[in-house]
Structure formats: structure tokens, C-alpha cells
């Protein structure tokens, strides 16, 4: 089952949860709703299940508006991060609930709820605790089982908030794989709302990003890793350091270092995102900071701390003469850091306090909130 969003405004007295938002997602399809706390996606999420009504816009499923039709109707399967499973039931019954609350010229008999109950729960791979009640069960497993009775409904779209938000980061990421393993199988329409972009990257086909109440960017979880369309998602996506500088006629000036943006008409401030692992690093000697032309190619910093964990090195530099700010903050924080592996860190033999040479491979600039 496809569905369309379309133009969806929603707000809780004067305060706009959603603004005017709109989204195809295909059928089939696993999508991620990502974003910071507050930006609407639960809210979204409710009014797709019918849980909420939008103030203007409409949601179709397969083509259909669902305006009118009932929560019960949708045949939208739900799982919460906090999915309160019957504590009185065993699991085998809470996976079975959905089906016995049928009517009962719609309920399947007492065996074929029995086989489609333990083929659930063999698919999710619990099958062996079908007797045992859920204050028996881990948080990770109690989800599986939240999940399995969502599905015992054969719903045609699977809502998840946070399924996994309670969890520790060793059972989400197993979790995650799962789910992802899961939804290749059973290919039901599913929306999964995070905060957790590595989660969102990991499993979705695609990912919504948002932020206050709209949507920033739709894309492949490499599309928007590679090209994020505003400062807020490049920001959101990973770490990334942030440069202030200016641009006039096409050129950008970061720390002295003029960085091409191909579009001659952008003047005014400009900011420039760099990764961590887009910064090269070596050190300082004098001039090492200097293209051929004599013109500055890389800002001259002291390593403050290194980090070096398994393969990588993370290095935190401070500028000798920088305006580097951190991302998402007002206050300036001279901290820049760059990720090398922990065996070019061993060849540089480096230490806290060396002074160092760091170079941009590749920026991200964005002149006065538009990109270039
Ligand atoms: N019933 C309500 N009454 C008033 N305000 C609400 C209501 N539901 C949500 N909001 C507000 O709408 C905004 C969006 O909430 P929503 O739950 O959709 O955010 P979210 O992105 O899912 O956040 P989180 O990740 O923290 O769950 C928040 O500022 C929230 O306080």
C-alpha cells in the first residue's frame, strides 16, 4: 500500500507542529522519520494512523483519502517504544490478541490462529518463549513480540515510533539488522520514526529529515549523507565542523583558504562544513600551511587531545588564529576535529600539543542559507 501526505498542517493551540508537509512513500517501502526532539515526527506519524487529524491536507492510502476512515479501519499496525504488552497474557496470547478481539464471522479458528501465531513468532525468532509472560522477556525481545503482534493483523501499513529507543546500543543494533532482515521478507509499507541517525541510516530506503515541523530533505540514506540539502541536515547527519568566512564573486575565503563555489552571484557570509574525515592532517613546518602561489591551503593548529580507539584516531586541534564554531551552538568553541586512521597517526608519531597543518579535502559551503 502506497501513501501520500499531502500538504499536511497541524498545530496544538499556536504552536505549528507541522507546516504544510508533503511526502510519497512508495509501497513496499521501509522509510525513516529522523530529526531532533519536538520536530513533529511523532505527531506525523499519529495522523498517518489516524490517531490525530490534520488541521488541513489529507492522507491517501493506495489513492484513497483516509480523512474518514476509522483508526480501527486503516489496518495500520503499530509498535511504541514503550508497547505495553498484556502483563496477565502470555506472549503466545498477546500475538494472538489482535486476531481473537475479531468479530466472529471474521476470526480465524482456534488453529489457524495457533499456526499463524507460532509462524510469527518463529519469524521474529522467539517461538521457544511463547508460554512465558512479559515480565520474563528482555526489552529487546518485548519488542520483537510487540512487533510480532503487530503483524499477526497482516496490516497493510506498519507504523513504528521509536521502537527501539529504550533500549541498550548493543540490542538496537541487533534489533536494527533484524528489522531490516524483517521488512526484506515481509515487504510491508513501513514508517519508523527516530532520532537516532546512524539507526535511520543503517535500515531505512529512505530518510525523512526534519526539523521543525517540515521536511528538510527526502533521500537515500547516501543521498543525504553525501549531499545534504541545508546546513541543519549536514549539522544532524554526523559530526562535522563548521568554518565562518565570506564569498564574493564565486569565491569563498575560510581561514584564508579560498575555496571554489561555482556560483559567482552568492555574496555575503558563507559557511563551510567539513567532516571530520574530510580533514587531512600533517605537521607543521614553516610554509607547510602554503599552496605554490604562496596563498593559505590548510589552517595551522595545536593538537589539544587525540583519541586513538581501534582503527581510528580522533584528533581535537584548536587554531592558532581561528573562527572556527562548533555546530549547533551560539557560543564559539575553538575545537576542530579531524579523524585519520590510528595507523597514519602512529607514522606521524604525534602528540598532544603538536602544532599541525589541517587541510580540507572537501567543504560544503552554504552562503547566507543558500547553497553553492
Ligand atoms: N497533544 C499535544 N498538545 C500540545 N502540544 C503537542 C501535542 N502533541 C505534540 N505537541 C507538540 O508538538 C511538537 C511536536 O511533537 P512530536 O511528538 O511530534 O515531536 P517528535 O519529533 O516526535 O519529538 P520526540 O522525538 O521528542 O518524540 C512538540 O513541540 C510537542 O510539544
Same mark, same amino acid.
Given at each position: 500500500m502506497s501513501i501520500e501526505i499531502k500538504n499536511v498542517s497541524k498545530t496544538f493551540g499556536d504552536f505549528h507542529a507541522l507546516k504544510d508537509v508533503s511526502l510519497h512513500v512508495e509501497s513496499g517501502e521501509l522509510i525513516a522519520l529522523l530529526g531532533p526532539s519536538g520536530c513533529g515526527k511523532t505527531t506525523l506519524l499519529r495522523i498517518i494512523a489516524g490517531l490525530e487529524s490534520a488541521d488541513r491536507g489529507a492522507v491517501l492510502f493506495s489513492g484513497r483519502d483516509t480523512t474518514n476512515v476509522h483508526v480501527r479501519e486503516r489496518q495500520v499496525g503499530f509498535v511504541f517504544q514503550h508497547y505495553a504488552l498484556f502483563r496477565h497474557m502470555t506472549v503466545f496470547d498477546n500475538v494472538a490478541f489482535?486476531?481473537?478481539?475479531?468479530?466472529?464471522?471474521?476470526?480465524?479458528?482456534?488453529?489457524?490462529?495457533?499456526?499463524?501465531?507460532?509462524?510469527?513468532?518463529?519469524?521474529?525468532?522467539?517461538?521457544?518463549?511463547?508460554? =512465558?509472560?512479559?515480565?520474563?522477556?528482555?526489552?529487546?525481545?518485548?519488542?520483537?513480540?510487540?512487533?510480532?503482534?503487530?503483524?499477526?493483523?497482516?496490516?497493510?501499513?506498519?507504523?513504528?515510533?521509536?521502537?527501539?529507543?529504550?533500549?541498550?546500543?548493543?540490542? =538496537?543494533?541487533?534489533?536494527?539488522?533484524?528489522? =531490516?532482515?524483517?521488512?526484506?521478507?515481509?515487504?510491508?509499507?513501513?514508517?519508523?520514526?527516530?532520532?537516532?541517525?546512524?539507526?535511520?541510516?543503517?535500515?531505512?530506503?529512505?530518510v525523512v529529515v526534519m526539523n521543525r515541523g517540515q521536511i528538510e530533505q527526502v533521500g537515500s540514506p547516501q543521498e543525504v549523507w553525501d549531499n545534504p540539502a541545508s546546513p541543519f541536515v549536514y549539522g544532524f547527519l554526523g559530526d562535522v565542523n563548521l568554518f565562518h568566512g565570506r564569498a564574493q564573486n564565486g569565491d569563498v575565503s575560510i581561514e584564508g583558504i579560498q575555496l571554489k563555489t561555482g556560483d559567482a552571484s552568492q555574496n555575503g557570509d558563507a559557511f563551510a562544513y567539513v567532516r571530520p574525515h574530510e580533514l587531512d592532517v600533517e605537521r607543521y613546518s614553516p610554509g607547510a600551511e602554503l599552496n605554490a602561489e604562496g596563498q593559505p591551503r590548510g589552517i595551522v593548529a595545536r593538537l589539544d587531545r587525540a583519541i586513538v580507539v581501534g582503527p581510528l584516531a580522533r584528533l581535537e586541534l584548536i587554531a592558532e588564529n581561528g573562527s572556527k564554531e562548533a555546530d549547533n551552538t551560539s557560543a564559539a568553541d575553538p575545537i576542530i576535529e579531524a579523524q585519520i586512521s590510528a595507523e597514519r597517526y602512529a607514522e606521524l608519531g604525534l602528540r598532544e600539543g603538536d602544532t599541525l597543518v589541517v587541510t580540507p579535502r572537501r567543504a560544503r559551503v552554504f552562503v547566507e542559507g543558500t547553497s553553492a
Amino acid at each position: 500500500m502506497s501513501i501520500e501526505i499531502k500538504n499536511v498542517s497541524k498545530t496544538f493551540g499556536d504552536f505549528h507542529a507541522l507546516k504544510d508537509v508533503s511526502l510519497h512513500v512508495e509501497s513496499g517501502e521501509l522509510i525513516a522519520l529522523l530529526g531532533p526532539s519536538g520536530c513533529g515526527k511523532t505527531t506525523l506519524l499519529r495522523i498517518i494512523a489516524g490517531l490525530e487529524s490534520a488541521d488541513r491536507g489529507a492522507v491517501l492510502f493506495s489513492g484513497r483519502d483516509t480523512t474518514n476512515v476509522h483508526v480501527r479501519e486503516r489496518q495500520v499496525g503499530f509498535v511504541f517504544q514503550h508497547y505495553a504488552l498484556f502483563r496477565h497474557m502470555t506472549v503466545f496470547d498477546n500475538v494472538a490478541f489482535g486476531l481473537n478481539v475479531r468479530p466472529r464471522s471474521q476470526r480465524p479458528s482456534k488453529a489457524q490462529i495457533r499456526e499463524k501465531v507460532m509462524s510469527l513468532l518463529k519469524l521474529v525468532q522467539l517461538d521457544w518463549l511463547a508460554d =512465558r509472560f512479559p515480565s520474563q522477556l528482555s526489552g529487546g525481545q518485548r519488542q520483537r513480540i510487540a512487533l510480532a503482534r503487530a503483524l499477526a493483523v497482516e496490516p497493510q501499513v506498519l507504523l513504528l515510533d521509536e521502537p527501539f529507543g529504550a533500549l541498550d546500543a548493543k540490542v =538496537r543494533k541487533e534489533l536494527r539488522r533484524w528489522l =531490516r532482515r524483517l521488512h526484506e521478507e515481509l515487504h510491508v509499507t513501513s514508517i519508523f520514526v527516530t532520532h537516532d541517525q546512524e539507526e535511520a541510516l543503517e535500515v531505512a530506503d529512505r530518510v525523512v529529515v526534519m526539523n521543525r515541523g517540515q521536511i528538510e530533505q527526502v533521500g537515500s540514506p547516501q543521498e543525504v549523507w553525501d549531499n545534504p540539502a541545508s546546513p541543519f541536515v549536514y549539522g544532524f547527519l554526523g559530526d562535522v565542523n563548521l568554518f565562518h568566512g565570506r564569498a564574493q564573486n564565486g569565491d569563498v575565503s575560510i581561514e584564508g583558504i579560498q575555496l571554489k563555489t561555482g556560483d559567482a552571484s552568492q555574496n555575503g557570509d558563507a559557511f563551510a562544513y567539513v567532516r571530520p574525515h574530510e580533514l587531512d592532517v600533517e605537521r607543521y613546518s614553516p610554509g607547510a600551511e602554503l599552496n605554490a602561489e604562496g596563498q593559505p591551503r590548510g589552517i595551522v593548529a595545536r593538537l589539544d587531545r587525540a583519541i586513538v580507539v581501534g582503527p581510528l584516531a580522533r584528533l581535537e586541534l584548536i587554531a592558532e588564529n581561528g573562527s572556527k564554531e562548533a555546530d549547533n551552538t551560539s557560543a564559539a568553541d575553538p575545537i576542530i576535529e579531524a579523524q585519520i586512521s590510528a595507523e597514519r597517526y602512529a607514522e606521524l608519531g604525534l602528540r598532544e600539543g603538536d602544532t599541525l597543518v589541517v587541510t580540507p579535502r572537501r567543504a560544503r559551503v552554504f552562503v547566507e542559507g543558500t547553497s553553492a
